[in-house]
Nanobody
Framework: QVQLQESGPGLVKPSQTLSLTCSVS??????????WSWIRRPPGKGLESIGY???????YYSPSLKSRTSISRDTSKNQFTLQLSSVTPEDTAVYYC????????????????WGQGTQVTVSS
């Protein structure tokens, strides 16, 4: 059974960089055809895709966040990391890491394993 767990600070100041790590167990992030993703849900809004890092290390970022987003991985620790720079209060959300076999997934039902989510608040 694959398990994902997000970790990182719950409070970030405006203009700083948000950094979250997803630790994966029960499966390797560098084998098999999966895409390891970051998704968020702002308060009162729907889920929003941020981007992913694929099993080859290739990355994709949502166009609306691309200029501020970086996703990387540490295969020795079986972890992948999100960095979102120049945050504002609009980046306040519950952040999830998740796995999908489809690099062009258009439906969040196509993500088969999810972390429990972590609340990140952007505030001074």
């Amino acid at each position: 059974q694959v398990q994902l767990q997000e970790s990182g600070p719950g409070l970030v100041k405006p203009s700083q960089t948000l950094s979250l790590t997803c630790s994966v167990s029960g499966g390797s992030i560098s084998t098999h055809v999966y895409y390891w993703s970051w998704i968020r849900r702002p308060p009162g809004k729907g889920l929003e895709s941020i981007g992913y890092i694929g099993y080859t290390g290739r990355t994709y970022y949502s166009p609306s966040l691309k200029s501020r987003t970086s996703i990387s991985r540490d295969t020795s620790k079986n972890q992948f990391t999100l960095q979102l720079s120049s945050v504002t209060p609009e980046d306040t959300a519950v952040y999830y890491c998740a796995r999908t076999p489809d690099p062009v997934a258009t439906n969040f039902d196509e993500y088969d394993f999810w972390g429990q989510g972590t609340q990140v608040t952007v505030s001074s």
